[in-house]
């Protein structure tokens, strides 16, 4: 069974561009582990973009790339749960796909990258864990522990 939790700081009835009236949203889908659940997935972010006023064009980018995050998961985590997390800001738009689904835990885990051999790499300097690259693709961060999360950030025009 599929839940989702809706969490909007901004005020929902204002006019305007999606980055004006949804400063900080935050949207999250957590599913059972099952076949073509990836594609859920994929649908959700989707049409929660289509749904705020995003560009089409970004919506169906953020939709294939969290399907695709989703279906790496399928493949690459035995846990029986994942979660598609979707947050804006001002400046554009953040999508996870993780099977870290504990949400009691008091403080969020430490993700780290994992460069392109499979080896964890240092946690980086910066404060913002998903930097501006220039939409290089998805960024593949991994716990101590093991979970998985495939991240993606986007601007909210290109």
Do not use: C, K
Not at 15 to 29: A, E, I, K, N
Not at 78 to 94: C, E, I, N, S
Not at 120 to 146: C, I, S, Y
């Amino acid at each position: 069974m599929s839940t989702a939790v809706y969490r909007n700081a901004a005020s929902p009835r204002a006019v305007g561009t999606p980055q004006q009236t949804l400063l900080h949203m935050s949207f999250s889908v957590e599913t059972s582990r099952a076949q073509h659940t990836h594609t859920l997935i994929g649908e959700a972010a989707h049409s929660l973009l289509t749904a705020i006023g995003a560009p089409p064009a970004l919506a169906r980018r953020m939709g294939d790339a969290a399907t695709v995050a989703a279906h790496y998961l399928l493949g690459h985590s035995a846990l029986p749960r994942y979660g598609l997390h979707v947050t804006t800001d001002p400046d554009g738009v953040t999508l996870s796909v993780t099977d870290y689904t504990d949400p009691l835990s008091a403080e969020a885990p430490a993700w780290l990258p994992v460069s392109r051999t499979g080896r964890l790499e240092p946690a980086p300097a910066a404060t913002d864990p998903f930097p501006d690259r220039g939409n290089l693709g998805l960024d593949l961060h991994r716990t101590p522990d093991g979970h998985l999360r495939l991240a993606y950030r986007s601007p909210w025009s290109e």
